[in-house]
């Protein structure tokens, strides 16, 4: 392998949707470089904490269905049980959920926890209350995902945070995905939330980090002895 080929292979690719943000950092450090040295240098470093800020590396999913997988980069910030938005449809009864917050450092990019088809998509307007607040759940502007699967219906639910004025969903009710396919974005700081079915065990602890599109945050049963992995590009 060549450097050039090595220097490619080490620095992961970035988001279509960050390009507009990044020429914008861009032409806002150049302009502040007219008024300070200093201004520009700072312009500079925001330019490229935005860069990282839209990366999207490739990840590598385990391919079985008795596993959920992480649809989010962060940390572990809610186990336990709660009732689903009542958009999705899914009843006012708890159910065990798993809470996952990003910080701006995070790759924001979010990847479907399942594979099946996208039976609802439902967005709600809110409030913008930090995210890592068991109150954001509630209270914030979001968009969920209702996944069909064959333990039953499973809910991931992209939550705006305090910094994050826009949630992208890049996939539609109808849709059929695989896990750790990329179904959305949350700009700038936010979390996601994942309700599942009734069974599920899940297998993160509160504090931990997870990678979206390869940690597993629940399973069903037990998993087969000889798992399969994809490549998510």
Known sequence: MSIAQSIRTAIPPINPAGYPFIGLFALASVALGFLSVSLFWIGVGLTIWCILFFRDPARVTPVDDSLVISPADGRVCFVGHRAPPPELGLGDQPMRMVGIFMNVFDVHVN????????????????????????????????????????????????????????????????????????????????????????????????????????????????????????RTS
């Open 111 to 230: 990847r479907a926890p399942v594979s099946g088809s996208i039976t609802k998509v439902a967005y709600k307007e809110g409030a913008f209350f930090n995210a890592d607040l068991d109150k954001a759940s509630e209270k914030n502007e979001r968009n969920g995902f209702v996944f069909n699967t064959p333990h039953g219906p499973l809910a991931a639910v992209q939550i705006a945070g305090l910094v994050a004025r826009r949630i992208l969903a890049w996939s539609a009710e109808g849709d059929s995905v695989t896990a750790g396919e990329r179904i959305g974005m949350i700009r700038f700081g936010s979390r996601v939330d994942v309700y599942l079915p009734e069974g599920a065990k899940v297998d993160v602890a509160m504090d931990q980090r997870t990678l979206a599109g390869e940690t597993v945050i629940a399973r069903f049963g037990q998993t087969s002895s000889g798992e399969r992995f994809h």
